[in-house]
Each structure stands twice: as structure tokens, then as C-alpha cells.
């Protein structure tokens, strides 16, 4: 038997919620097939969300995935240029016409990459840091002082996965027009995500106690991206969560965080999300979406 796992027609950050609900329960008996045929868009969080779910089915000992590819033409091309599909034949029997386009970087974007260990996030992130900050100098036409930190807070990021999630994570960056908000203006948007063991659990053995029943996914991510408590009692060390807010706050960009059945978000004055959702449907591991908004156009 097998499992129709649907994929959103416009997949992101937050209809991620959607392909979770068609997950089921955890691990799965049946095989599953997630079927992407009509899927029209994807976000870099649709990126590594997608490539999170076949990460966490196979280190689950679960049968092996399906995935239909797009058939609207050129989606399943431009999921090859940006990296998806490289990463997704060891993970998917994928079914559909697999481009034989090579994985390409442009000026707006930045292709997904896997992050292993902390070499990987020396290594690789050095070269996502360098790229990605041309995408904010020469697209965004933001100014130094707004490109001087994103490179520490996108290095926070895949270290987190390194730290806490206790196994291999994804991280991709696209500069795009921002349509339903920010007017059309463009922005950059990092999504990293990883199959951990979720904030929940790398939060409990220092934090559950102190929270008792109202412990949970939601409170986690509380504790950790608006308290900026970490498990580490070292000073310093799982700070990064807390330097990526500043750095957001300061030049109105947003953070979301999803892990397990929870979504928390730092949410500036154009955005309209939610800042807690509670309740949703299990995703494995975490899911964090930053996004830094262009220079505004002059009238």
C-alpha cells in the first residue's frame, strides 16, 4: 500500500503545514508518495522542507519514497537549477521527466547545499556567505551596514543544525519579488532546515522542569527565539538564535521557526503572519525562514 502525501500548488514556510497533514502517523507503515504534479512554486523553505522529509523517512528505516515531479513545464527544470533534484535521487524513486539541467548559481540564487558537521559550516557557508552577499549589494541595493551581518547570522543558522538537531540539515537563499507583501519590492530568503530531534527535546532536560504541563513545541520555540535561552550553560555558546533576532530587528527583516508541531515568528510591520501557531500538523526536525527585505524604491 501506499500513501498520497499531496504537495501544495505553492509550496513555502507556512504551506509546509499542508504537506505535513498529508503525512500521517509517525514513522509511516505505508510508502509513501509525495506527489508534486501539480505544484506550480516552491520557496527555498519548500526546497529543504522537501529534502528534510526524504532525510528523516530514510534515517526512520522507512520504504523508500516517491516523488512526482511538477508538470507544469519548466518548474521541474528550475527544481534541477537550484539544486533540488541532485539532492533528492538518493532520498525519492522520482518519477516524471528529470531534467538533466546542471545545478546553477545566478544573481538570485543560491543553490541548496547540505550541511554536515562543523566543517561543512566553515567550508560551504563561507561560500554561501560570499555569494549570498553580492544578492544584497547588487539586488536588494542594500547599503554595508545592513550586508555587514547577515553572513554571522546565516553562519548561526547552519550551526544550529551542527549543535542541536544531531543530524544533517539543508540550506538554500533565492532573491525574488515579494508579491503579496512589501509592494513588489524584493527580498532575500534563507531557509535552513534539518530531521533533528526537534527544539523540543534539545530544550527539555534544561527547560522542561521549569514549564511543567505547558511545556511543549510552541513554548520551546518561545524559550529559545524570543527568550534566546539555549541548552548550553556555556556564556556564548547557542547564542545564535539571539544575534540573528537583533540583526532582523534592527533592518526589519523576519525570522520563522517551525519544529515539530509549532510555529513561532518574529514578525516586523509589513508582515501579517502570525507570531504563534500551536497545533499543526508533525513536520520532522526544524525550519527556519529569514527574510530580509530590498531597498525600498523611490516614487
Sequence with gaps: ???VVPVPQSLDHLSIDQLAAGIGPWP??????????????ASPAGFVALLTLGQALAEAGAA???LTLPVKPGVASYWAKVGLLHHAEPLFDIHGKVSKRGVETSDT???VTIIRNAADVMEIVGGITQRATKLLMDELELDAKVVGGFGQSLSEACQNIVEHAGTAGWVAAHVYVY????SGRKVAVIA???AGIGFRRSLEATQGKRFGDRWGDAQALETALI?????FRDPGRGQGLTGIKRYLTRWEGSISIRSGTARVAIVPPWDDEPPRFD????FPGSQVTIVIPGKEPAE
Aim: no cysteine.
Design 28 to 41: 509511516p507503515e505505508q510508502r509513501l508518495l509525495v506527489d508534486a504534479h501539480a505544484t506550480e512554486w
Design 109 to 111: 540564487l543560491v543553490p
Design 192 to 194: 535552513v532546515s534539518d
Design 64 to 66: 523508500k519514497p516517491e
Design 179 to 182: 508579491r503579496k507583501r512589501l
Design 1 to 3: 500500500m501506499t500513501r
Design 279 to 282: 497545533g499543526l500538523p508533525w
Design 227 to 231: 527568550h534566546g535561552i539555549s541548552r
